[in-house]
């Protein structure tokens, strides 16, 4: 080849990609379709917070489905893995936009990557709701399309210190995980507890892996806490909570979302009573094992069978409700815009799943704002002591 | 010259890079984008271990330093994106350099052990050093604009991923056929022999960590911008072991069998999209068949069996009243054999 059709060739490709044509409007939509994408953790450890979610979505859809659809269309789910990996999300995303063309996307898992994704899904103006994913970046500042029905990290820091307060606790410490997920809450943690005054009395640090947590057991045991903070995923929570009841140290245990099932919890703590004074929040209302939810017990379960019915499903159903809910109101003439300001002016709405309603407007795209609290007492059932509502 | 050689081929391949963003939606482009950019780190990480012998796990972490340099020069200091680029990729070979002293006294395993601390250390310092590089949650980094070119961000950056891999690759090429790549193949082969030849050790293995340093500190530059966004995860062991087995697939040793290697593992990758779960099974899958039967990679299939494609380390062409040279085999002679 010579090196004046070469050089022909780069100006020709410049050119043509310069005049690479505009996307047309209200993708993924037909008379009889609409086409939903979704991204998470299909695969790994993080699959709790992407593949479960995922199913709770497709049963929802299924629901709607067999009920005929909205406005006689049929909701397909397209999900794609991420990995929990931010370049494996904005991968997974740019194709769900610019090849299978989805109309709106209701995912992310991990929360980094869904924050890495978060600009592609803003300038493609996909109507997107986040099911799982707590960093306050994905909707602080509001992007116009982006909402979360998750509990966002500033929320949950809120709502537990707020129940520390309520239930008397005079000495506060904190015991937190320092790695990505832990940073996302650990630092508004801090800020919403510098902004009420309070002044802790220990701020001990585990990793995701520890064995041991006498060392920080004892720590908080001289400070005296009489409520602990906990900012861990449950194996390292299970080891403190063992420890703690090893050198008789009881004090409120006070979680948050990353142990949202107290039942596996008490399991895993493995030592009768250790858990007695355990508090968590969990996104949803209502335990697995709920009579509330004996519907989507069997739909999870006749749709996957192995499966059991997890509070993970339940943040896919409940957000999955709020986005079909979105494009009923966008009514059967569909496009993106009205299905963003749909979900803009949703205002207390309820779905099965969640302890409140959801509230989205044009400023506040965090649309869940009631935390709610659980416990077990030793042999018990899950209870639920009641939801806290964070503004 | 072979119809189907590897200048032609190359130079085809060059077409269609170039002429895709006329023809690929932005998922597609930015797949092309992220071929390019593991194709200057397997080309890095190659010059390292393929030819200059040095079993180091560093790679990953040279390509953090890359993107973290580029991008937290733009956020902490206001740099444009063409200093900061630079500057991060030669922050990177700095790096590189530095950590090629205790590579003179240590070797195979202990070599490898030793990088991979300094690849932990760096993902700890990515992660704890939060004052600087905004901790777990990473950071964005600020947007590129391409202006006055009429082109969009992706499509520019796309383009400058392909100017600088092409330029990145004709100085590969000629780095293994020079003077300095005979000599990497002489550590490889034989520190004391390479010694005796008169080449000399420290120079030698700087050279090879400084220049892969620099590529993955280059590729680490372009990645921040692909991404738009930086964080410790970006950065981790699936790197390390995504870097190694594009060369493995592709080619150790072979400056072409990098571009194959990063092109096959990442279009593998994004295709086994459509078999979900499937991607890690795949990906262990085809390891295993090249790391058991097909030890010289791809390259050496296709060097076998297709003329054009030898990579000889001489830059100048045999005389016509002399047969030509024997090509200096670009594999160990141990691997070449291998089934």
């Not at chain 2, 390019?36 to 190659?46: P, V």
Request: charged content about 15%; hydrophobic content about 50%.
């Amino acid at each position: 080849m010579s090196r004046l059709s070469i050089r022909a060739l780069c100006v020709a490709s410049v050119g043509l990609a310069c005049l690479s044509p505009a996307l047309a409007q209200a993708p993924g939509v037909s008379a009889t379709s609409i086409k939903i994408g979704t991204f998470g953790a299909l695969t790994g450890p993080g699959y709790l917070y992407g593949k479960l979610p995922m199913n709770g979505v497709e049963v929802v859809f299924d629901e709607i489905n067999k009920a005929g659809g909205i406005h006689g269309r049929k909701l397909e789910l397209v999900r794609e893995d991420d990995r929990c990996d931010p370049a494996s999300a904005i991968g997974a995303t740019q194709k769900l936009i610019s090849q299978d063309k989805v109309f709106a996307i209701v995912g992310g898992g991990c929360s980094n990557p869904t924050l890495a994704a978060r600009e592609t899904i803003e300038k493609a103006g996909t109507p997107f709701v986040v099911f799982a994913s707590v960093h306050d970046g994905i909707t602080t500042p509001p992007a116009k399309n982006i909402f979360s029905v998750a509990t966002t990290s500033t929320i949950e820091s809120q709502a537990q210190v707020q129940f520390a307060l309520s239930e008397g606790a005079k000495k506060i410490a904190v015991v937190s995980m320092r790695d990505a997920w832990g940073r996302a809450r650990y630092t508004p943690l801090m800020e919403t507890l510098k902004a009420k005054g309070v002044k802790i009395v220990a701020d001990e640090e585990m990793t995701p892996d520890s064995n041991d947590a006498t060392a920080q057991v004892l720590r908080l045991k001289q400070a005296g806490a009489d409520a602990i903070l906990m900012v861990l995923y449950p194996k390292p929570a299970a080891i403190f909570a063992r420890d703690a009841n090893k050198l008789a140290f009881r004090p409120l245990l006070i979680g948050q979302t990353g142990i949202a099932d107290p039942a596996a919890f008490e399991d895993q703590v493995g030592v009768p009573g250790a858990t007695a004074k355990f508090r968590t929040i969990s996104m949803v209302r209502y335990t697995p094992e709920d009579p509330a939810v004996e519907k989507w017990r069997k739909a999870i379960e006749t749709k996957f069978p192995g499966d059991r019915l997890s509070v993970y499903n339940q943040f896919g159903i409940g957000a999955a409700q709020v986005l079909a809910e979105a494009i009923r109101r966008a009514g059967p003439d569909l496009t993106q815009e009205k299905v963003v300001a749909a979900l803009a002016g949703l205002k207390d709405f309820n779905v099965d799943v969640y302890p409140g309603p959801i509230s989205c407007s044009e400023t506040d795209h965090r649309c869940h704002k009631s935390p709610n609290w659980i416990m077990k007492e030793p042999g018990g059932p899950v209870k639920v002591l009641g939801a806290t509502r964070v503004e | 010259m072979a119809l189907f050689g590897r200048r032609n081929v190359l130079l085809v391949l060059l077409a269609v890079a170039l002429v895709l963003p006329a023809v690929a939606n932005s998922y597609q482009l930015y797949i092309g984008n992220l071929v390019l950019i593991y194709t200057l780190l397997a080309i890095g990480m190659n010059l390292l271990l393929g030819f200059a012998g040095q079993l180091a796990f560093a790679n990953a972490a040279m390509f953090g330093i890359g993107a973290y340099g580029t991008g937290l020069l733009q956020v902490h200091f206001g740099l444009p994106f063409a200093i900061a680029f630079p500057a991060g990729a030669l922050i990177a070979a700095a790096v590189g350099l530095a950590i090629s002293f205790p590579a003179l006294r240590l070797s195979g395993l202990y070599l490898a052990l030793s990088t991979l601390a300094f690849a932990q250390f760096t993902q700890w310092i990515f992660l704890h050093w939060e004052g600087v590089t905004f901790g777990a949650g990473g950071f964005k980094t600020p947007q590129i604009s391409f202006d006055p070119l009429p082109v969009s961000k992706p499509v520019g950056l796309y383009y400058l991923s392909l100017l600088v891999a092409v330029a990145l690759y004709i100085f590969a090429r000629n780095l293994v056929a020079s003077r300095v790549g005979r000599a990497f193949v002489a550590v490889r082969d034989g520190e004391v022999a390479a010694q005796s030849l008169g080449v000399d050790l420290l120079r030698t293995k700087a050279l090879a960590f400084g220049i892969s340093g620099f590529y993955a500190g280059v590729a680490g530059g372009l990645y921040s911008q692909a991404l738009n966004y930086v964080s410790p995860e970006g950065y981790d062991l699936f790197q390390i072991v995504l870097h190694k087995a594009m060369i493995v697939v592709g080619g150790m040793g072979s400056v072409a069998g990098s571009l194959l290697g990063a092109g096959i593992i990442i279009i593998v990758l994004e295709l086994l999209r459509a078999v979900k779960g499937a991607q890690e099974i795949v990906f262990g899958g085809i390891l295993l068949v090249f790391v058991l039967f097909l030890r010289g990679g791809l390259i050496s299939v296709i060097q076998r069996y297709v003329k054009g494609w030898d990579e000889p380390l001489h830059a100048a062409p045999p005389r016509r009243d002399e047969p030509p040279p024997l090509a200096v085999p670009a594999t160990p002679v141990a691997e070449r054999a291998a089934p």
